[in-house]
């Protein structure tokens, strides 16, 4: 669905914004069944726990970087309407996606309690500007039901923490949980927030409990001091060359690809590209 504007200009207000079902039936479904290339089935998981060691090892244990082993999943970050929410939020057509995450957590792994921080410290050298120019899109697409119980993130609203300077990026332990607000929502829904809010981790609060998000994340091409991910060292993990072969000009654009019409483009480049990613339409760029 087409994010309504109502929603963007939430997350400059109160920070975050959450929207039910944005993802379309089909995509959600092909999305959830590629999890399972990658992760253990929640059934799996807690039919033996001790099978699985490295979800317990820390709380990023279950991240996994882009690109997937399956177009059902490498699909999602690119989906249209999410683009479309990323350029009317930055105001831009000129977008940068520039981290891609998949993250798996099961009750009872690891203690996923976390106090209040502000996101922008690993994406941003410098700070973000109070009057909320120049900001990034960060969100979280939930690709399972997150209810109170399956440890949901938990956002404070700007209103609460507008006093604090943003050279202050943790806050202590306990602080602001009156304030907090839990984000939950049925599978396909999407949280976007922005990287100077502070938000948590919170613990499951039952057993055998799952949560399968994508944070995905956009930001205006050209500022040399926002990012995260540098896509051409992803270039050799499987996935890649599907994803570039399956997407559209305006997909590719977001990493970084050549426009149509660039320099980059003449014979040898073409012919070459093509050898290296066998399948690939080439056409919009050899007008």
């Keep these: 669905m087409r994010i309504p504007d109502e929603n963007l200009a939430e997350v400059f207000d109160r920070g975050f914004t959450v929207v039910e079902g944005f993802l379309d039936k089909d995509t959600l479904n092909a999305a959830q069944d590629a999890l399972w290339e990658i992760y253990p089935r929640p059934e799996a998981y807690f039919a033996d726990p001790d099978a699985h060691p490295k979800f317990a090892r820390s709380q990023f244990a279950g991240l996994r970087f882009f690109p997937y082993p399956s177009w059902g999943l490498n699909r999602v970050p690119v989906y249209p309407d999410l683009i479309d929410a990323a350029e009317r939020f930055l105001q831009t057509t000129e977008i940068d996606c520039y981290k891609i995450e998949l993250w798996a957590k099961y009750s ?4 996923y309690d976390q106090h209040h921080h502000r996101d922008y410290e690993n994406h941003t050298i ?3 500007r109070a009057d909320q120019s120049m900001p990034q899109m960060t969100c979280f697409i939930l690709l399972s039901d997150v209810t109170e119980l399956d440890g949901p ?13 943003l050279g202050i990026t943790q806050t202590q332990m306990g602080d602001f949980f009156d304030d907090e607000v839990a984000v939950t929502g049925p599978a396909g829904s999407i ?10 981790g919170s613990n499951f609060k039952a057993p055998g409990r799952s949560r399968f998000v994508m944070p995905v994340d956009f930001k205006p091409r050209g500022w040399r001091w926002q990012g995260k991910l540098a896509w051409p060292d992803r270039t050799l ?6 994803a570039m072969v399956n997407m559209t000009p305006r997909q590719r654009d977001l990493f970084g690809w050549p426009p149509a019409g660039d320099p980059y483009w003449n014979d040898q480049t073409l012919s070459d590209v093509a050898l290296r990613y066998p399948g690939i339409d080439l056409t919009p760029y050899g007008a």
């Design 108 to 111: 009872g792994a690891i203690d």
């Design 153 to 165: 993130t938990k956002a404070v609203p700007l209103e609460k923490t507008r006093h604090i300077p």
């Design 237 to 242: 993990n499987p996935g890649w060359k599907e």
């Design 191 to 200: 949280l976007i927030y922005k990287t100077d809010v502070f938000h948590r």
């Design 126 to 128: 410098v700070v973000p």
